[in-house]
């Protein structure tokens, strides 16, 4: 039989030697279950407290496991045949990075203050800053006032203004391009 069940509390420990973790939870009737949490090899998440977890019986005296959560906070993006994996705020649950893996071969990683996006075509995009799949560096934001390149410039050839030292303002080593 399988149950429905808000979190209370997730606390990891050893069990048996085995590194394990257990979740504390409310099933909304009767006294609160304690169940161990299972999720596929290499997802290592620690729930909220304002998720709730879908739980399994199993045969051994008050046994049961968790085998799945929901987010009831956040809306759910990823299309069909896509993953999104993404990290919150144990305050109030709001997402503060995400990586997408999306069903065209396209790759997304965000948070707040920036972004990286991995295109099909094998272009990465950093802020702003492109790079083709040649190696080939396009800058497409630029803060004028601390760089030499204007909104998309390449960075092939171009002048570093030295302020001190011997060396004179003059044409960088070609990094790429014909």
Do not use: C, Q, W
């Not at 990586?99 to 950093?126: E, H, Y």
Request: without cysteine; proline residues 4%.
């Amino acid at each position: 039989m399988g149950r429905i069940a808000k979190v209370l509390s997730f606390l990891r420990l050893t069990r048996r030697d085995a590194k394990v973790s257990d979740v504390k939870l409310d099933t909304g009737g009767g006294a609160n279950i304690t169940a161990e949490h299972f999720s596929s090899p290499g997802d290592d998440s620690f729930p909220l407290t304002t998720d709730y977890a879908i739980t399994v019986d199993i045969p051994r005296s008050g046994g049961g496991v968790v085998v799945g959560y929901i987010d009831p906070i956040n809306t759910s993006v990823a299309l069909e045949g896509e993953k999104r994996i993404y990290a919150r705020d144990p305050a109030n649950g709001s997402i503060k990075v995400a990586l997408r893996l999306k069903n065209d071969g396209a790759v997304t990683f965000s948070n707040a203050n920036g972004s990286m996006d991995l295109a099909v075509d094998g272009t990465f995009n950093i802020n702003g800053v492109t790079i083709d799949k040649d190696g080939k560096l396009t800058a497409n934001i630029v803060d004028a006032t601390t760089s030499l390149l204007a909104a998309g410039d390449e960075v092939v050839e171009h002048d570093h203004i030295i302020k001190s030292g011997s060396s004179a303002p003059g044409p960088t080593e070609k990094l790429g391009g014909p």
